[in-house]
Nanobody, 125 residues
Framework: VQLQASGGGLVQAGGSLRLSCAASERTFSSGAMGWFRQAPGKERDFVAGVNWRSGGRTYYADSVKGRFSISGTNAKNAVYLQMNVMKPEDTALYYC??????????????????WGQGTQVTVSS
């Protein structure tokens, strides 16, 4: 399975970007897909996810609630991350992830088996 992420770039604070991630060769109708991010010198952190095993329930990190929105396709093999009202602290390398996490691992790196290559997001002040 390969995850292809796209949509990163440079945006001014307050602006918007939309990330896309598509999985090849598999759908995740009994699993989840999501986004993590890693800033220089920091750990990779959960951003948002959609759990199709729970009927498409979505999950967000507190730092992005109300600003970011994750959605998935009916085919359950792609996700999108709409990022609004962006802040300089959103600057990071964003990774798409997919897998079959148990509930306690929905926000954890170890819950996801498949990872995309990362797409850079830079927010200028």
């Amino acid at each position: 399975v390969q995850l292809q992420a796209s949509g990163g770039g440079l945006v001014q604070a307050g602006g918007s970007l939309r990330l896309s991630c598509a999985a090849s060769e598999r759908t995740f109708s009994s699993g989840a897909m999501g986004w993590f991010r890693q800033a220089p010198g920091k750990e990779r952190d959960f951003v948002a996810g959609v759990n199709w095993r729970s009927g498409g329930r979505t999950y967000y990190a507190d730092s992005v609630k109300g600003r970011f929105s994750i959605s998935g396709t009916n085919a359950k093999n792609a996700v999108y991350l709409q990022m609004n009202v962006m802040k300089p602290e959103d600057t990071a390398l964003y990774y798409c992830a997919a897998g079959y996490p148990i509930l306690s691992q929905l926000r954890a790196i170890e819950g996801y088996r498949y990872w995309g290559q990362g797409t850079q997001v830079t927010v200028s002040s």
